[in-house]
């Protein structure tokens, strides 16, 4: 059981890296997609990109060291505050709205593959180094939402019957997944995660709700494209 442990946590020093090599190559190839100049695309990906690669830098160094336990309120801090700063500034760009829009719907729902790996609560709690209370809605809920990400952003491509809704209760469901799990670990049974594992609270579960964020934007934009276009286009995506 230790070393199933041993590899479930340190598979997320190959899969955070990977995570973040396709964000930004979809960011890169979503700004191929739009009209902007050449220099405009690469700025607009250096503006992103840079302070992503930060982020995850800076987590990375705060997660190895002992802030999280002898300040436990900077957990619900790094967690929350990073998706209410990156939404609020990238829903207020212009440009990245041209990047969703020049983007299929299906890219930011099948990215979150990732989240199978949430398994690794299970590992945890099967081997006693996680509550019950906590482990098992927070493994369970991660690994669906990865399993069905494929799926759905499949569905989503092929503009099957309410597809669009298809896309929505997927969101939905991922972040009511993080919700349910934030509130436990806030106010029933924290986890007790150290380094590495507590880089998925601190900087995968933050990352995965821009993502969705990100992707409701998405969806909301393109089903107001449609209305605008003809009430017909609307009834056929839903």
Sequence with gaps: MDTLVAFSTQTGFVTRPLV???VLLG???GLRRTAFARGSQVAIWLAIAVPLL???LLMNWVGQSDLYQSAPWTRPLAILAPPLLWLGLLMRSARMAAVLDAIPQSWLIGLQVYRIFGYVFLVLWAAGRAPAIFALPSGIGDATTG????PVALYVQWHK???RIAGYAWNLFGLADFAIALLIAFFVASPGLRYPAIMIPT?????SIILHGLSLWQLSRSASRDRKQSPRATALAY
Excluded: K
């Design 147 to 150: 399993i069905l990400a494929l």
């Design 27 to 29: 960011l890169a190839l």
């Design 54 to 56: 930060a982020w995850y």
């Design 20 to 22: 973040l090599f396709f």
């Design 161 to 163: 019957p309410n597809w």
């Design 203 to 207: 900087f995968m579960v933050p990352l």
